[in-house]
């Protein structure tokens, strides 16, 4: 196969992704039709009068055909026009946007805490599988992935926040401010929102790494005299990663997904906040807009992971 091969095929699951994208852009756009009863009374109230219920659904355009519906809103959105807030006089973009940058900082500090130590601890428990390292290791996973988060979340303010007053309770300090203080004001939910993934991770590379341990080429490496340590850094770690990486982008959509309990519960003014007040609100333009931009993650994600396969496994490059 030539040298374009993986340009080709980067190309290829672009496309791929464009039927995807089209089937969130659709599904968001039910969400309101999906809904029983009317939209408009929904958003307007039960006591709202008939001409503020017909205002309302004027300002949705639920007036119009759903085939023109459709079209007008998917108009909107190749201009970049998520709709308005019906609650927040702003448009769904503009909200965001502003938010954009507290959970974009969550959800990043949550992934360095949980790639490294997830795969450490996989990769220890295999290399002393059978011990009571290993059962240790998975014991912790296995509480990990247990642990509801909010009831964590719960734990670490009254204990790290009320009791000891080593970190804030709830707010959001930008990165502008300082490094120290916007790491203090995110530290307590990326470790509350990591420790699930952490158990994940390590529990996945374990497995893909006793796969890889037990292999052929692994017995005649250290048949040939080369030391464990070394076997495992430049044969079994190399091969165990495209498992790893799968297991990562897994990780990163369940990240932004959780993030929508974490900052609840902590009180930071993300994406994830906004979703849950807006559906209480019943600001159905910011849960249509947050849902679409949620629906887009998750595909650039399976494709950003695409990407990654082809330049670290000559397999998937060339094969």
Request: aromatic share 8%; net charge positive.
């Amino acid at each position: 196969m030539t040298r374009s091969a993986p340009l080709r095929r980067v190309v290829w699951r672009l496309l791929q992704s464009v039927p995807v994208i089209l089937l969130v852009a659709l599904l968001a756009f039910l969400l309101l039709h999906l809904l029983p009863g009317d939209p408009a009374v929904i958003i307007a109230g039960d006591q709202a009068s008939p001409d503020a219920i017909a205002a309302v659904r004027r300002q949705l355009g639920l007036d119009q055909p759903l085939l023109h519906q459709l079209l007008l809103w998917l108009g909107h959105l190749v201009h970049g026009d998520l709709g308005q807030s019906l609650l927040l006089n702003q448009s769904v973009l503009s909200a965001v946007t502003e938010r954009l940058p507290v959970t974009a900082s969550l959800t990043a500090l949550s992934l360095v805490m949980t790639v490294p130590l997830g795969i450490l601890l996989g990769g220890v428990a295999a290399c002393f599988r059978g011990t009571w390292i290993d059962t240790l290791v998975m014991l912790l996973a296995l509480l990990g992935v247990s642990v509801p988060s909010f009831w964590l979340a719960i734990l670490t303010v009254i204990l790290f926040s009320v009791t000891l007053g080593w970190l804030p309770s709830a707010g959001y300090v930008p990165l502008s401010a300082g490094v120290w203080p916007w790491l203090t004001s995110l530290i307590a939910p990326a470790l509350v929102l990591s420790l699930f993934q952490i158990g994940f991770l390590a529990r996945m590379t374990r497995s893909a790494m006793l796969d890889v341990l037990d292999a052929d080429y692994i017995r005649t490496a250290r048949a040939k005299g080369l030391g464990p340590w070394r076997t495992v850094a430049k044969h079994a770690f190399r091969n165990t990663l495209i498992p790893v990486i799968t297991a990562t982008g897994i990780i990163l959509s369940l990240l932004i997904g959780g993030s929508i309990v974490v900052e609840q519960v902590f009180a930071l003014p993300g994406i994830g906040r906004l979703v849950v007040q807006a559906i209480l609100a019943r600001d159905y333009p910011v849960v249509q807009g947050t849902m679409l931009l949620f629906g887009f993650a998750f595909v650039a994600i399976n494709v950003l992971i695409d990407v990654i396969y082809t330049l670290v496994d000559p397999r998937v490059r060339y094969g």
